[in-house]
């Protein structure tokens, strides 16, 4: 089946960065648009981006230019998304989600949603 | 502050129905779809319903999506206590070139 697989929790202390990854299985990897959404303790979603995994392509959101790089290894069919000069507002829960359909299917970007995602990656930020 | 604004909260009995609303703007429901997720307590989110009122296979049809003009609603009909969650509206943003959430509503099953 359909599944997005991330890495583990992460302990990191303020201007480090932080790099999480995300297995992909169970469909052609290049083929769909993968997405980063995060969530802080107790707030709601915020979508931070996606990369192609066929072409490397991104778009971030405006917040996160400039702190956010998005790759993919195609080999090992896996996304990985890192954050740096990491403050405390950076704690949150990470999750990636796939585009249902494939970007190969003419569709306008707002005709898409988020399914699967994963399972979520935590990750702390504290002196 | 979301650029989608919900109610932070909401709540029935068993049975009854509920609904929870989503405002926006012409830039993002006004022009393109909205979609619901909903979050069970310590889960990733879930798509509920898809283009404004479609409902993936597996989803219950006592969940309902409607849109009028820059708003939207999910309706519950029949309230379970299973539905006690977390509900996020989505959209693309055509000025911001993004998806944007609401802030989400925690529903209570009383």
């Known amino acids: 089946q359909v599944q997005l697989v991330q890495s583990g929790a992460e302990v990191k202390k303020p201007g480090a960065s932080v790099k999480v990854s995300c297995k992909a299985s169970g469909y052609s990897f290049t083929e769909y648009y993968v997405h980063w959404v995060r969530q802080a303790p107790g707030q709601g979603l915020e979508w931070m981006g996606w990369i192609n995994p066929t072409s490397g392509g991104t778009n971030y959101a405006q917040k996160f230019r400039g702190r956010a790089t998005m790759t993919r290894d195609k080999s090992i069919s896996t996304v990985y998304m890192e954050l740096s000069r990491l403050t405390s507002d950076d704690t949150a829960v990470y999750y990636c989600a796939r585009d249902n359909d494939s970007w190969t299917v003419p569709a306008p970007i707002g005709s898409k949603w988020f399914d699967p995602w994963g399972q979520g990656t935590l990750v702390t930020v504290s002196s | 502050q979301s650029i989608l604004i919900q109610p932070p909260s909401a709540s029935g009995t068993p049975g009854q129905r509920v609904t929870i609303s989503c405002s926006g703007s012409?830039?993002?429901?006004?022009?393109?779809?909205v979609y619901w997720y909903q979050q069970l307590p310590g889960t990733a989110p879930k798509l509920l319903i898809y283009?404004?009122?479609q409902r993936p296979s597996g989803v219950p049809d006592r969940f309902s999506g409607s849109k009028s003009g820059t708003s939207a609603s999910l309706a519950i009909s029949g309230l379970r206590s299973e539905d006690e969650a977390d509900y996020y509206c989505?959209?693309?943003?055509?000025?911001?070139?993004?998806?944007?959430f609401g802030g989400g509503t925690k529903l209570t099953v009383l």
């Open positions: 989505a959209a693309w943003d055509d000025s911001l070139s993004g998806w944007v």
């Open positions: 012409t830039s993002n429901i006004g022009s393109n779809y």
């Open positions: 283009r404004d009122n």
